[in-house]
């Protein structure tokens, strides 16, 4: 790449990183590793995992599954909201009166247990090897597909308001300079708005003495990512062989809904870009990939990974989708992983700017859904399509913002949890299988303009 290239526009409006010039794709790059950070650095936060192993593993994961997807989906892989459930079962964090405790020596069976759940991803993927594509995707049409990718970002969405809600005006100035520079911005400024909004807002809380930076003075400039001690290796031998069992059982059956999230993630990845990654290079892979990811992450001590929806909308945001700055976010959340205090500074940056910025991400998410359904033709004036829809959303939103945000069962002696989305997604696709009148089928060779290749039934061309 030559450095000296000129932003150029292509006929739909999607920049060519090819000719952005190094610095600049390097500034892409770095801007994914920014709109990732915030959510991934929380789930250990959360569980009591380590910070900077979840790092590497996000980025190491990421390149994992860029290989196995042969380079082809932008996609970055970082920690999954969707296993808190099961790391809580495991070793809680708190007593039943509310009060922090340390269970971290309890953590490496829950990481037994969500590498274990990471295989189901391996089985789904042979299965759709073997079976085909079409045999799953009949299961996810547009219908189905849409309203999840919808509520992938209004699920998303409380997080974001109760960020910006610790410092307003912080979460406006992020808000704002995104929004300016994408609207009005000239060139780069146009095509990297969220580093833009994250270090203008970080900036001013710093002026404003808003930013404690005591954790970057007493951290350490370098430190080896990775702790035996709280890997699962440490206790598949000599360790508690009922625990290990019991963190199987419970948390196995998480990756039910996390696999059809990956689903709904691919589709929204397809719709943002405007290629069908589930036919090329296939929904197999992606699995696959993704499985891999989550089971190497987790058996080193870090959280499962998953496909990152604020990378999605960082993708619908600057149109630039290229993989190659996906990889180079990667690479940054690698290097990052072995400084404890460039990790302390990232860390210490304002949670009102993560909730600006993630605020505009993760309304970015439902508007590819909202596009989804649109260039796909759903027809509403079909009762069972509204019914679908009004059911995934409700669901999804409902059981997520309710007191307990999951519907939890008993199942002999262990709790099952499924986390809202996991029970619309589950909805949709069941009443899309058993209602009559479906009037899409899956057309593998010819795709729509939103990647995802659904074709109205007497409308293929």
């Not at 296993?83 to 037994?112: H, Q, R, V």
């Not at 948390?251 to 290629?275: C, K, N, Q, R, Y």
Request: hydrophobic share 50%; charged share 10%; proline share 4%.
């Amino acid at each position: 790449m030559g450095n000296k290239a000129k932003v150029s526009i292509g006929e739909n409006g999607i920049y060519d990183a090819k000719v952005l010039g190094t610095p600049k794709v390097l500034l892409l790059g770095l801007q994914h590793m920014f709109a990732m950070f915030g959510a991934t650095i929380l789930v250990p936060m959360l569980t009591g995992l380590d910070v900077s192993t979840t790092l590497l593993f996000a980025g190491l994961g990421t390149l994992l599954f860029h290989f196995i997807t042969k380079g082809k989906v932008p996609a970055f892989l970082g920690s999954s909201f969707a296993f808190l459930g099961g790391y809580a079962a495991i070793a809680p964090m708190t007593d039943e009166a509310g009060n922090a405790i340390s269970n971290k020596e309890l953590l490496p069976y829950a990481c037994f247990g969500v590498a274990c759940a990471g295989l189901l991803y391996l089985v789904l993927a042979l299965l759709i090897k073997i079976f085909g594509t079409s045999k799953v995707m009949q299961f996810f049409p547009p219908i189905v597909t849409g309203p999840i990718i919808i509520a992938i970002g209004l699920t998303l969405s409380q997080s974001a308001i109760d960020n910006c809600a610790q410092d307003w005006l912080i979460a406006i100035v992020a808000i704002a300079l995104v929004v300016v520079c994408n609207i009005w911005g000239k060139g780069m400024v146009k095509i990297v708005p969220i580093i833009i909004g994250v270090i203008g807002s970080y900036a001013l809380a710093a002026v404003l003495n808003r930013v404690d930076f005591t954790p970057v003075a007493e951290a350490a400039w370098f430190g080896v990512p990775i702790h035996w001690e709280q890997t699962a290796f440490s206790v598949l031998v000599g360790g508690d062989a009922s625990l290990l069992i019991t963190a199987v059982i419970t948390i196995m059956p998480i990756a039910l809904a996390t696999m059809v999230e990956h689903i709904g993630d691919i589709s929204a990845i397809s719709s943002t870009v405007g290629i069908n990654y589930i036919k090329n290079p296939g929904l197999h892979r992606t699995l696959l990939g993704d499985g891999l990811a989550t089971i190497v992450a987790s058996l080193f001590g870090a959280p499962a990974n998953t496909t990152y929806g604020e990378n999605t909308g960082v993708l619908s945001l600057t149109k630039v989708f290229d993989p190659m700055v996906i990889r180079i976010a990667a690479g940054f959340a690698i290097l990052f992983s072995f400084s404890p205090k460039v990790a302390a500074i990232i860390g210490c940056m304002p949670t009102a700017t993560c909730g600006g910025v993630s605020l505009v991400l993760y309304g970015m998410i439902s508007a590819v859904g909202v596009r989804n359904i649109v260039e796909t033709q759903v027809d509403f004036t079909k009762s069972r399509n509204v019914i679908i829809a009004a059911l995934i959303l409700v669901l999804s939103i409902g059981i997520n913002y309710s007191a307990a945000g999951a519907i939890s069962f008993p199942v002999g002696d262990l709790t099952i949890s499924l986390s809202g989305l996991a029970v619309g997604a589950l909805t949709g696709i069941i009443l899309n299988a058993i209602l009559p009148g479906k009037d899409y089928s899956y057309n593998e060779e010819k795709p729509d303009d939103t990647g995802v290749c659904f074709a109205v039934k007497g409308q293929e061309k």
